[in-house]
């Protein structure tokens, strides 16, 4: 029987979760890398026991970690789990430098500032190489490694694409979601909070923004601008890897065609901000969000937490609420805290900023929470294994 | 034998339960405790200081023997009393206040 492995990155540890097919029986095993910040942990999907996290402090900055056994030991990827200090840790896999000329975006004050490396945000796994990766960093850009993990390599060609202009938001500006097109190895979609969305075909050597459509009259001063936009998160399913879905700071939106023309699909929302989006993986039309109140009210509206189902695309919406609390309920999910089995019945998980850890076996009409009590959930990742 | 304290984090990261003991050729300063950490524990480059330019990272501190030394250049030498091992120099997370 098939199995899945959740990988919960929360702000005080990591967590795995797994259960058999039918998801009912969690077991729970951490907190990995206790009191740290992950903020993002993802498996290879050409070796599902390889995974990569992303550790991050305040105060001692950026650590790479990766198993090679499903999460059951994990080590730096620049060192072997030696006893002697100079061989599990080489201090490489953490460097993250940007390429040549550090160059400047726009800062608070409209001047320029310098880009400066903060921590990691997202780390996505190649489709068919596990040694490769992609990382997204705060100050955004987007980094590489081709050796597990040991070595990170900017490409640079993304701040190229008006860099200069992008202004981070009170959340940071980074690279926050990365997309692999399964049917076009060169072809790569990446999205950066108040900076907007951005396709490469060209394997990462040149990147131009993708924002055509987006309207966002209550951020920025032109609604109609290239680059700016505070794109919250984008979806593909991998059969139809053309077709993108968009969750922005308000709306929610569709693009048939590579990102070329973005149009509105917020529909019935009771409210079209939020954070995650995610494409059920058994119908590719099956999209699910999380409303959230207003940029000013992170929480649900009305204190009911409801992810909204929409069969069409977008557009027309349903509320799923069963096993979701509905009343008083006033946490956030954030932008990579949901995720998607590829189970024949489509399980949908997400987490939220009150440390629960929510499922649904059944393509979201039913939810339970697998967990109450962690630490605020950033982000949930989920492997479905044989 | 100089003797440095990590804070919590870091000894996990370092695999140590207590305070290091290193090696330094004198004369023995700021710059070249860091550097000897770094050298017996390459696992902490990046988590103290940058990575790149060797500039203490914003939320550490070093004190040693009452004084913060945070704010003073690499080649500033620490004090005897750190030198012969007497008392530990101290690598410590600032607080988060709140």
New interface residues.
């Given amino acids: 029987m098939s199995k899945v492995r959740l990988l919960v990155g929360t702000k005080k540890g990591a967590f795995i979760l797994t259960a058999d097919g039918k998801r009912k029986d969690w077991k729970v095993s951490g907190p990995h890398f206790a009191g740290w910040e992950m903020y993002h942990l993802k498996g290879s999907p050409a070796d599902p026991n390889r995974i990569y996290a992303s550790q991050t402090s305040g105060w001692f900055g950026q650590v790479i970690q990766r198993s090679d056994d499903g999460g059951k030991t994990w080590n730096t990827p620049d060192g072997v789990p030696a006893p002697t200090p100079a061989d599990f840790g080489k201090g490489v896999s953490n460097k993250f430098v940007y390429e040549g000329e550090v160059g400047t975006h726009k800062w608070y004050d409209g001047t320029q500032h310098p880009w400066e490396f903060k921590r990691v945000w997202h780390i996505e796994p190649s489709l068919t190489d596990p040694d490769t990766a992609y990382a997204g960093v705060e100050d955004a850009a987007i980094f590489k490694t081709t050796d597990g993990g040991k070595t990170w390599k900017e490409l640079p060609g993304l701040r190229k694409a008006k860099g200069n202009l992008w202004q981070p938001g009170a959340g940071g500006m980074a690279v926050h979601t990365i997309l692999l097109d399964p049917k076009n190895e060169k072809r790569i979609y990446i999205a950066i909070s108040a900076g907007g969305c951005f396709r490469t075909d060209d394997g990462g050597k040149t990147w131009k923004p993708i924002t055509k459509g987006l309207k966002s009259q209550f951020e920025l001063p032109d609604p109609d601008a290239e680059v700016g936009h505070c794109v919250h998160r984008i979806a593909l399913h991998p059969s139809k890897p053309d077709v993108l879905f968009m969750q922005k700071h308000w709306d929610v939106l569709r693009t048939d065609n590579a990102g070329e023309q973005w149009s509105e699909v917020s529909g019935n929302l009771p409210t079209d901000f939020g954070f995650p989006i995610d494409v059920n993986f058994n119908e590719p039309e099956t999209i699910y969000v999380v409303p959230i109140t207003s940029d000013s009210l992170h929480y649900p509206p009305e204190g009911k937490l409801r992810v909204y189902r929409s069969k069409t695309g977008g557009g027309e919406w349903e509320p799923l609420t069963k096993g979701l609390p509905q009343k008083d309920c006033y946490v956030n999910v954030l932008r990579d805290a949901m995720a998607v089995d590829s189970l024949d019945q489509c399980g949908i998980y997400f987490g939220t900023t009150g440390g629960q850890v929510y499922g649904s076996a059944d393509g979201g009409n039913s939810w339970n929470a697998i967990v109450r009590d962690l630490p605020a959930v950033y982000s949930v990742e989920v492997q479905t294994l044989p | 034998m100089i003797r440095v304290a990590l804070?919590?984090?870091?000894r996990n990261?370092?695999?140590v339960e207590s305070e290091v003991e290193l090696e330094v050729a004198s004369p023995v300063t700021l710059g070249s405790v860091l550097d000897a950490l770094?050298a017996?524990?390459?696992?902490?480059?990046?988590?103290?200081r940058d990575?790149?330019t060797l500039k203490r990272?914003p939320?550490?501190r070093f004190f040693a023997c009452k004084e913060d030394l945070s704010l003073e250049p690499a080649e500033t030498r620490l004090p005897d009393a750190v030198v012969n091992g007497d008392e530990p120099f101290l690598i410590v997370?600032?607080m988060a206040g709140g």
Avoid: M
């Fill in positions: 804070p919590y984090h870091l990261l370092a695999r770094e017996r524990y390459p696992v902490l480059r990046g988590t103290v990575h790149v990272r939320f550490v997370g600032a």
